[in-house]
């Protein structure tokens, strides 16, 4: 079994001992398999990209089996490991890992604590699928996967029925999703009878270009997208997901699942690049997104539910990166975002732990000096996702607004605004979440408060890991390892002067957004209650969420579910085919019953019938004479 093919089973293997044998064998040995194994995934990881810098960048590729030979094809479980893969792994199975290693601390107490453990392998099994397969079935298998995965973990305590509702709502959300997705490869390999993503890609780098519409595929696959990495209008999933541990929340939002939609677009560039309307529309919906949910998230009183917001804005300037081209800068957000996201949610988890399960940040304050290590890491991570140099944020969100500006593939001042603007919601919204729920007077009830406490190691321990990771990993440049493989768009000589000053733009977007939300929530908070109520009704909109879910319940819930009860329920499954069925049942019954009195035992019965006959028979014959 080669390295790619162990990168990948190892989790699986988690899985399976876990899930087998870990309620029987105890918490340590739980404990020991869950985050051993993929702790080896990753020391795998770093030899193979060692592997690949030596081998002059020439892509690793293993093939596991052949799944399946229909006439001339053969689908093979194949493993590619090149630039991109590396990048996508090592942030996979190292962020994984160490959420892996916080849960021992957050989760200690769950009675179901080696099934939490098996679901976690089974969904960084799946991802590692998806990230190393070299076909886009092998992809695809794993894409479904996490959906599986995440149902389980979303949904991990299923006694409470909102939250096992919030696990069907993600399952289902993917699956609209999913079924584009299934079209763009069924068009793709009708056309070049293959889903090899390498020949797939040679086949749009060359000339002549496959005769098939780039735009219909890229269109059909960013469907998909919309779903796993939850962009208008199949975004609604992703804020509910916060019904799992808060573990989960990261390992979703930060380093797996919801980055899958970005990184198969960056894997098939060379077919966006021939696809300028799909292109145009990945960094249109990715705009609308950003913004969209960043207002939302301004609203939010749920500290997890903030940001989910976010994660969902964040993934929009994903988007808006791969719309114009710049697929490596898409990638590197992704690398940062990992970071810190990541903290974030974990950071998230430390308070909801201090406050035995409290989530809302109006019954927080003061938490600054109570739990010091998570508010440093909290207060670090936040800096970074608002853009404040020379935080890893800062570097990736300003590219990204750089090439929103001045690419020569769809940039344009318009959407620069539209990112600007979104930036500085992020910077208002994540400062307000850091000035509620650790400065200020204290709002926890006293009982509450009593026992406020900081985590222990193993969770503060990974929240400083990541906290680091946060500050200094935007000096790695992604896009530069990346674009051997993922060229940067041209920049118009003329543009390329407003570089610095845009720079300058950015940096003041983001302390406007610390100032602006110490000046509304600082002192007493009473700015930010006389605003809530001047604005009511805007605020009363933002905090509902503009109300979608309760516009898809209406237009496509219920008609869906009245059309499911009255007419294929009550119509077509009870009337129709239960009572086919029946009747028919019913109808031979009585024949049964009408014939079996003819058989009553008497004799002289029988021979009245035998006379009775043989008179119809000759009255019948005489009549035809």
Known sequence: MGQLTLIVVLPLLGFLLNGLAGDRLGKGFVSAVGCGLPAVSFLLTVKCFLDLAAGGDAPLVETAYTWAAVGDSAFAVSFWFDRLAAVMTLIVTGVGTLIHVYSIGYMHADRSYARYFAYLNLFLFFMLLLVLGKSLLVLFVGWEGVGLASYLLIGFWFEDMDKARAGKKAFIANRIGDAGFLLGMFVLYSALGTLEMDRINAAFSASPLPAVSASLIGVLLFVGATGKSAQIPLYVWLPDAMAGPTPVSALIHAATMVTAGVYMVARLAPVYVHAPEASQLVAFVGALTAIFAATIAIAQTDIKKVLAYSTVSQLGFMFVALGVGAYGVAVFHVYTHAFFKACLFLGAGSVIHALSGEQDIRKMGGLARKIPVTFVTFLVATAAIAGIPPLAGFFSKDEILWFAFASGRGGSTLLWLVMSATALLTAFYMFRLLWLTFFGRSRMDPEVEHHVHESPLSMTAVLAVLALLSAVGGFLSIPHFLEPQLPLPAVPEALARYQTPLVAVAVAIGLAGLAAAAFVYGGTGERARRLAQR???????????????????????????????????????????????????????????????????????????????????????????
């Open 535 to 625: 604005f009511a009704g805007v605020h009363r909109v933002l905090y509902d969420k503009y109300y979608v879910d309760e516009l898809y319940d209406a237009v496509l819930a219920r008609p869906l579910l009245w059309v499911s009860e009255k007419v294929f329920l009550g119509l077509g499954d009870r009337k129709l085919l239960d009572g086919t069925l029946n009747g028919m049942a019913a109808l031979a019954s009585r024949g049964a019953g009408l014939l079996g009195r003819v058989q009553i035992g008497s004799l002289q019965f029988y021979a009245f019938l035998v006379l009775a006959a043989t008179v119809a028979v000759i009255l019948w014959s005489w009549r035809h004479v």
